[in-house]
């Protein structure tokens, strides 16, 4: 963690006393840590005791303060690789899930465009009220990450969950985070993402509903952790994850024709495409006319199978497919795994409803090519993309 720039957030629970020693040991192992105190967070730990041992001004009021004409939760924002929260108290969570920004750590969430963990404390009975696990789902869906709270005594009395998490935990956790940040440094990554269309006539296509938000997210989160990405990617609204090598395309058949060029230079191929299984035979040189009876008959001839063409030509790379089913997943995944000489594949149910195509979450079933099958929970895509990418390290690491 030497010089990460980590953007420590204390909200007003009992729990706050931890936060000095959890400052103490990012510090010691090479953090520079600025911190940010929700507007009570100074009822059970001083600005000073934290500034004294983080070595930088606490952003502890939204005015009256030194620095409040230099916008202080902008600059920590624009300066932080982390921004961490301990403890994030009930309050806390619900102002992050709503946008609320009335105190310097909800105005610090809001300016903050990088990643963010969060280690709750609580009374049981408000960590299992509705309200705090609805705001908990909504935030998990924007990708916040949450080191969840241990069972045990509290403050309170009682027992149960809600403990802060033992801060072994939280720093491990933390530590985890820069060290995936490299994990996959020296890999050449090809990705697939989006729909492919195919047109009729000059102004109709055939198509699918698919977002390309999957691909985009497993190739925004490879370059993040260190591979040399290189994304094929059919019509998006999206807009291109930086520092990777985009290349756009229409049809399968360009699609085709961009992975055959970039797989021998690649290591690692991840189909995520929704591409399209038919084309018209005859392109139409003129706008298809309505006719009298109103029917219209389509003559439609297969694309090529991208992954099948790529079983053909592979040497050493290791192969990820996609199945987006309606019905049979796990049969038809296996089928797909077994005839396409797959080493993985990513299987989801696209009639379930609220996942899937144009949704941010989804939920997936992988089967490698021992046929282990291996079932997620509904999680955001971005956590899925991490996933499978830690699957692929667990590849790169046998070759």
Not at 11 to 33: F, H, N
Not at 69 to 85: F, G, K, Q, S, Y
Not at 315 to 334: C, D, K, W
Not at 344 to 373: M, R
Request: charged fraction near 20%; glycine fraction near 6%.
């Amino acid at each position: 963690m030497k010089n990460k720039k980590i953007a420590l957030a204390v909200s007003a629970g009992i729990a706050a006393y931890k936060a000095v020693e959890l400052l103490r040991m990012l510090v010691k192992e090479g953090a520079e840590v600025r911190v940010t105190m929700s507007a009570n967070a100074g009822q059970f730990v001083t600005p000073l005791t934290l500034e004294a041992l983080s070595g930088n001004p606490v952003y502890h009021q939204l005015f009256n303060s030194q620095n409040s004409a230099d916008m202080e939760h902008i600059r920590v924002a624009e300066n932080a690789d982390l921004m961490l929260v301990v403890p994030a108290t009930a309050s806390t969570l619900g102002k992050m899930a709503n946008g609320l920004a009335d105190d310097p750590l909800s105005n610090l969430y809001l300016a903050f465009k990088g990643p963010v963990m969060v280690a709750p404390a609580m009374n049981e009975g408000m960590w299992k009220n509705l309200a705090v696990q609805d705001n908990i789902a909504k935030l998990k869906s924007r990708d916040v990450e949450f080191i969840d709270p241990e069972e045990g005594e509290l403050a309170c009395g009682t027992t149960g969950p809600g403990r802060l998490a033992n801060l072994d935990t939280i720093f491990a956790r933390v530590k985890g985070h820069f060290e995936k940040l490299q994990d996959l440094q020296g890999l050449r990554i090809l990705v697939t993402a989006g729909p492919t269309q195919e047109p009729l006539d000059l102004v109709r296509y055939l198509s699918n509903p698919s977002s390309g938000k999957m691909g985009y997210a497993i190739a925004d989160q490879a370059k993040a952790r260190g591979a040399e990405v290189t994304l094929v990617s059919g019509p998006t609204f999206l807009d291109s994850p930086g520092g990777v090598n985009f290349k756009p395309c229409k049809t399968a058949a360009e699609m085709n024709s961009l992975v055959q060029q970039c797989l021998p230079e690649c290591d690692v191929l991840v189909m995520s495409a929704a591409v399209g299984d038919f084309t018209a035979q005859k392109l139409e040189k003129e706008k298809i006319k309505k006719h009298s009876d109103g029917a219209l008959t389509l003559n439609l001839v297969p694309t090529k199978d991208i992954l099948m063409e790529v079983s053909k030509i592979k040497t050493q790379q290791f192969v990820v497919g996609f199945a987006a089913e309606t019905q049979n997943l796990i049969q038809s995944a296996l089928e797909k795994l077994r005839n396409k000489k797959l080493d993985l594949i990513v299987a989801n149910d696209i009639s379930a409803p609220g996942i899937g195509f144009q949704s941010d979450s989804n939920q997936v079933t992988f089967i490698d090519s021992n046929e282990k099958i291996e079932n997620l929970p509904r999680m955001s895509k971005k956590e899925i993309a991490n996933i499978l990418l830690d699957k692929i390290v667990s590849y790169a690491r046998g070759k």
